[in-house]
């Protein structure tokens, strides 16, 4: 053997060795790494079934199948202030405290329709508290906006004409079963 490649080897196998240890093999999830909010998991999946909820999966791709709760969480850490992000998951933690509290159950382990009733009678409600309702609003709102700037969205549902048709005065009777663009 020569020794070029036997150095090389040695140094493959110390490299590979010294990376081990940082490659996680578990089957446990490890939550979104953010530079300002510390999640966790439980948070992380809270959020997701939230967002299901929301923006659920019908014949086309639900929020959750989109990753718009990355965007969420990216915006919240990204563009919102300290104070917002702290009011945020001041909300976020005590959601299901209060979805405990009244329907004696976590969140994630109710079925769907439960869900959208608990999210109805909570953004409805008078008496929700200020955090979680305004949490729930920003989240309602955010997911949306984020839904609504997926790649799915743009090219599948509003297609996006980079240059407009002819300019017209013509008044148009919109198609139900055609896609628009609302920027055209």
Avoid at 24 to 39: A, D, E, G
Avoid at 50 to 69: C, F, H, N, R, S
Avoid at 159 to 173: D, E, V
């Amino acid at each position: 053997m020569k020794r070029r490649t036997a150095l090389r080897n040695i140094g493959l196998v110390t490299g590979g060795l010294l990376l081990m240890p940082s490659c996680n093999f578990s089957p446990q999830r490890i939550p979104i790494v953010l530079n300002k909010l510390k999640i966790t998991t439980d948070e992380e999946i809270l959020l997701e079934s939230i967002i299901d909820t929301i923006i659920p999966e019908t014949d086309t791709p639900g929020g959750v199948a989109l990753k718009v709760q990355n965007f969420i969480w990216i915006q919240m850490d990204d563009c919102a202030s300290p104070e917002q992000q702290a009011s945020y998951l001041s909300g976020l933690r005590s959601f299901n405290r209060l979805v405990r509290e009244r329907y004696y159950d976590d969140f994630i382990s109710l079925d769907a329709e439960k869900r959208l009733e608990i999210l109805t009678a909570l953004l409805e409600g008078g008496d929700t508290p200020e955090p979680i309702h305004g949490f729930l609003n920003n989240t309602k709102n955010t997911a949306v906006w984020g839904y609504k700037n997926t790649e799915y969205y743009l090219t599948n549902l509003m297609p996006y004409k980079l240059i407009p048709g002819a300019f017209s005065y013509q008044t148009l009777t919109i198609n139900p079963n055609e896609k628009i663009n609302t920027n055209a």
